[in-house]
């Protein structure tokens, strides 16, 4: 991957780092490969086995997972890391400064339709002050993330990657097996009226969420309509999003009062946020922006409104 991180440097200038996120986009240009066998590879269908979350485990989930683990694990800027498919913090490299939390493979419903997925990932620095193994390795603010960055596994494979400072894409080069840069800044695009909402969920959601909703989707003049896409696995959502302008919304919902909200703030919220404000863009959740909310515990859920601002926080306010 040295072409791609060498126009990365002036970002990823720490030299631990910029190892470590190399040695991230190596194995997700594994995974990618993984997946485009498809049917005749061994990557399709389900386990018996549940994860933390209540879930189903894909062949997938636990084939990325996997690779990822055993990858950071073995990789000597990484203290620990949190993964949606690991119960608890796992420790890595003693004294090492970095930890890692990912999501695997988002969209496992997708894995079996040949439809968008990806993997999600944060890097932040490691804490002295607890123990290495320790979920309050994690217990951190959504500022403090380092690095954050997505793998889209669709028709081409798309990273999308961040410091903070600028949004980077980049396209991965099968042949060669390293990403080439494809897009630099992205930007995203602002006053899209465009929206991706799982809308099966409308009558579970508070009223004021309802009626804001059902606001969007009333007749109006052409300039003023908005669309929908809803492709189910939020990597293939947010980039969308990114790439196109426009909002995600996951509002919280009555299915299940033990869970009111469907997505995972370390894994899947805080870096999307980071990767969204980068680009120009803003992330709340029901009650502040979610760069400002700090994680208690690893598998914690939170509602999540991302993209254009003036959309999202027009969604922040139907909602608080
Ligand atoms: P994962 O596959 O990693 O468990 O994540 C699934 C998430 C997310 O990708 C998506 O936005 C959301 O679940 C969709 O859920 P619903 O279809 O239940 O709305
Ligand atoms: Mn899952
Ligand atoms: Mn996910
Ligand atoms: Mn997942």
């Known amino acids: 991957m040295s072409k791609f991180l060498s126009t990365l440097q002036q970002d990823i200038s720490e030299p631990h780092l910029a190892s470590l996120v190399c040695a991230i986009l190596d194995i997700t240009a594994v995974i990618a490969e993984r997946v485009s066998h498809g049917a005749l590879g061994d990557t399709l269908g389900a386990t018996t086995q549940e994860n933390v979350q209540g879930e189903v485990q894909k062949n997938l989930d636990v084939i990325a997972n996997d690779l990822l683990v055993s990858t950071l694990l073995s990789h000597s800027a990484v203290r620990a890391i949190a993964s949606e498919e690991e119960q608890h913090t796992v420790a890595g490299t003693a004294g090492a400064p970095y930890i890692?939390?990912?999501?695997?493979?988002?969209?496992?419903?997708?894995?079996?339709?040949?439809?968008?997925?990806?993997t999600i990932f944060t890097i932040l620095k490691a804490r002295d002050d607890v123990p290495d193994a320790s979920d309050e390795q994690f217990f951190q603010t959504g500022s403090q993330q380092v690095c954050a960055g997505y793998v889209l596994y669709g028709p081409y494979t798309t990273l999308v990657i961040t410091t903070g400072k600028r949004v980077h894409e980049a396209t991965l080069d099968r042949s060669a097996e390293e990403f080439i840069l494809s897009k630099s800044p992205v930007v995203l695009p602002a006053g899209v009226r465009d929206f991706s909402a799982n809308m099966a969920n409308l009558f579970y959601w508070a009223p004021k969420m309802q009626q804001y909703m059902t606001s969007l989707i009333q007749p109006a003049p052409a300039s003023e309509r908005f669309n929908m896409r809803w492709q189910g696995a939020m990597v293939g959502d947010v980039h969308r999003i990114l790439t196109r302008g426009g909002a995600f919304i996951y509002p919280s919902d009555s299915k299940d009062p033990a869970q009111p909200a469907k997505l995972r703030l370390l894994y899947e919220a805080f870096p999307m946020a980071m990767l969204v404000e980068a680009a120009g863009g803003c992330g709340y959740s029901e009650t502040q922006p979610l760069l400002e909310m700090t994680l208690t515990s690893l598998h914690q859920r939170t509602p999540v409104f991302l993209g254009d601002k003036k959309l999202v926080e027009d969604c922040f306010k139907a909602a608080s």
Do not use: H, K, Y
């Not at 890692?100 to 990806?118: K, M």
């Open 100 to 118: 890692v939390a990912f999501d695997p493979l988002d969209g496992s419903n997708n894995i079996d339709i040949n439809a968008q997925i990806g």
